[in-house]
């Protein structure tokens, strides 16, 4: 929580005197109580920035000058990936007696203003995946808060895990190229999330190892509406009909596989329908979803265990723990019988 150049953490007069404002001016702005104008509240937001500044308005254990409690930052809590990730890191926070406060940036106007506010109550805070920006997540760390990241690339200084997911994607493209599937499509927007930008890398290497041009992906969100309407424009297709879809998540598979089933085409004979997550329900829809199964209540527990190992002092250094992923090869893409899971 360095201020500037001082070395010690910024208080509300450092901020006032950077934006050259009154005490009081800046109280109204950083509680959100009272009139402020728009100019004040900008000038405020900038040197709150500038100075990496936290407000810490709950009070703290005098014994151990902790909340013992985590944030936990979510770009949405829509589809089940959510549900379980929630359930892991609820359950270990709950057994090691933390308390956990969940912030939704999606539809948030301004997200690093949340955040912001959200550091004064917690001791340290789990952001998954975009749901801010790098630069928030770096002013979180000069500001002292302990970050630990899910499914996001390595940042310097915060902890970070994530689920494999280049080489299962490569996996899985490749076994359908093996099985004669020539004109497969990538359904997901890679510049969504490093999650699904690296399941789009191993799509793609599946296709340079056998020399083939690698097909542009279906960049839509991760959503049952677009999966419906990717169905609709598969179906709508006169010629390049493909013959495999690889779905970013179950969630657009699931719908799209639906959608197919309402209109009766043969899934897999005349196309592969492929998810990721392994979902409940992609165990008991007709045809059973192929998909690839990634440890979603383990990325909450273990990213619950290392924000505390940080917040204590357990431990100093950041590290950056892959979690493996497997194949689980269903129905709808001609495997028959049981599921069948690969390593």
């Not at 004064?120 to 975009?130: A, K, P, Q």
């Not at 043969?266 to 990721?276: A, F, H, I, M």
């Not at 002092?313 to 899971?341: I, K, W, Y």
Request: aromatic share 4%; hydrophobic share 40%; proline share 5%.
């Amino acid at each position: 929580m360095a201020s500037g150049t001082t070395g010690r953490p910024a208080t509300i007069y450092d901020v006032a005197a950077r934006a050259k404002l009154s005490i009081a001016t800046v109280s109204r702005v950083l509680q959100g109580t009272g009139p402020v104008s728009a100019n004040a509240r900008a000038r405020v937001d900038q040197a709150a920035q500038e100075l990496n500044y936290v407000p810490l308005r709950a009070a703290r254990s005098l014994a151990v000058q902790r909340h013992e409690a985590h944030g936990l930052v979510l770009p949405d809590l829509a589809g089940p990936f959510y549900g379980d990730l929630l359930m892991g890191y609820e359950r270990w926070a709950g057994e090691h007696g933390q308390s956990v406060v969940i912030t939704v940036t999606h539809g948030n106007p301004d997200p690093r203003r949340t955040v912001r506010d959200l550091a004064g109550r917690v001791d340290g805070i789990v952001v998954h995946g975009n749901s801010l920006d790098l630069s928030t997540v770096q002013g979180l760390r000069k500001a002292g808060v302990p970050v630990v990241l899910i499914a996001h690339p390595p940042v310097s200084g915060c902890d970070s895990i994530r689920s494999e997911s280049a080489a299962s994607a490569e996996q899985l493209t490749t076994r359908l190229l093996d099985h004669s599937r020539t004109n497969l499509l990538f359904v997901g927007d890679p510049a969504s999330s490093y999650d699904v930008s690296e399941r789009y890398a191993g799509f793609a290497k599946a296709h340079e190892r056998r020399g083939l041009q690698v097909p542009k992906p279906q960049r839509v969100p991760l959503t049952e509406e677009a999966g419906v309407e990717v169905a609709e424009k598969v179906l709508q297709a006169t010629t390049g009909r493909p013959d495999g879809l690889l779905c970013a998540n179950d969630e657009l598979a699931l719908a799209m596989l639906t959608a197919f089933k309402g209109r009766g085409i043969d899934v897999p004979g005349e196309v592969v329908v492929t998810g990721w997550d392994d979902v409940m329900a992609a165990r008991y829809v007709s045809p059973g979803l192929t998909t690839v199964r990634q440890p979603m209540a383990e990325l909450g527990r273990l990213a619950a265990q290392r924000l505390h190992e940080r917040v204590t002092g357990e431990r100093s250094r950041a590290r950056n723990d892959v979690l493996a992923t497997q194949l689980v090869l269903r129905v709808s893409c001609g495997t028959n019988g049981a599921a069948e899971v690969t390593e």
